[in-house]
C-alpha cells in the first residue's frame, strides 16, 4: 500500500518535513473544515463565523461557535495518525511538523514543537493589544474580558482576511527549503502556504508524498500521491521505519 520509493526516501532522509490540514484530525470526530457545519451552526458558514467582521458584528456568536469547537476537541482523542507523527519525530534525525490545525490534538499525542500555522482554540488573546491567554473565565457575558484592559478577549486562531503568524511561517519555508522529504497529509491545500510548501520542498530536491481522500494514487519519480485515511496510512509509513521492519 505505501510505495517502495517513498520508503526508501524517508530511510534515507536526514529532515522530514510533514504539513497537516484538518483530515488528520477527522478520525478523531473533529469534522473537516470543508464539510458541512453539522447541528445548531449548520446554517453559518465558516467564513460567515470565522472573520473580523462576524466579531465586529456579534462577538457573542463568534465566541461562543470556538467554546462549541473547543468541547468538541476537549472530548475528542488523537487518533493513530497523530501518534505515528509524534513517533516519526522520533525516528528521524530532523523533524519538523507544520500544521493548519487549530486542535491540538497533535501535542496532545506528544509532538513536540507543531508550527501552528492557524493558531489554537486553546490559547485566547486581546482582541485590542494582543496578550495572550491559556486560561479565562467563561463567565455570564461573553466574550470575556482582557483582565489587563477590559477589551474583548478573541480566539487566538487566524481569520480569512488576516495574515498568518510570521514568524511561524518564516519557520515553515525554511523547513520546506531545508527537508528532504516533504509529507502532505490531510489537508486540500486550497489556502495558502499550504498549496506552495510541498511545491517548494520538490522544487529543491525532495521526495514529496500526499496523503488525502482526493487524489489518485501515483508514483512518478519522487512524487507520490495516497489515497486513503491518515490514521491508515501514517502508521504504516512510520512503522517501514521502526527497527525489525522489513528493508
Ligand atoms: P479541508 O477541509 O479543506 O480539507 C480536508 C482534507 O482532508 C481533504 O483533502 C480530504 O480529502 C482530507 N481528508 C478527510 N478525511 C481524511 C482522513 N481520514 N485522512 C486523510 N485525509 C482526509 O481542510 P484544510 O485543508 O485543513 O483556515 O483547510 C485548510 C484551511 O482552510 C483551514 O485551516 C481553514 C480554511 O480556510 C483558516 O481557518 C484560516
Redesign the pocket.
Known sequence: MIPEGLIAALRAARHVAVLT????S??SGIP????AQTGLWARYS?EEL?SPEAFRRNPKLVWEWYAWRRRLVAEAEPNA?HYALARLERLVPRFTLIT???DGLHRRAGSTDPIEL?GSLARARCSAEDTLYDTWDEGDELPPRCPACGAYLRPD????GELLPQAALARAWEAARSCDLFLS???????EP?ASLPRLAYGKGAAVAV????VRPSAEGQLFYLH????ELLPLLVGSLEPGAEP
Open positions: 490540514g484538518a483530515g488528520v477527522a478520525e473537516t473544515f470543508r464539510d465558516p470565522a495518525g493548519q490545525n487549530v492557524h486562531v487566524v481569520w480569512f497529509v490531510g489537508t486540500s491545500g486550497l489556502v499550504a496523503i488525502n481522500l482526493d486513503g485515511k491518515s490514521g
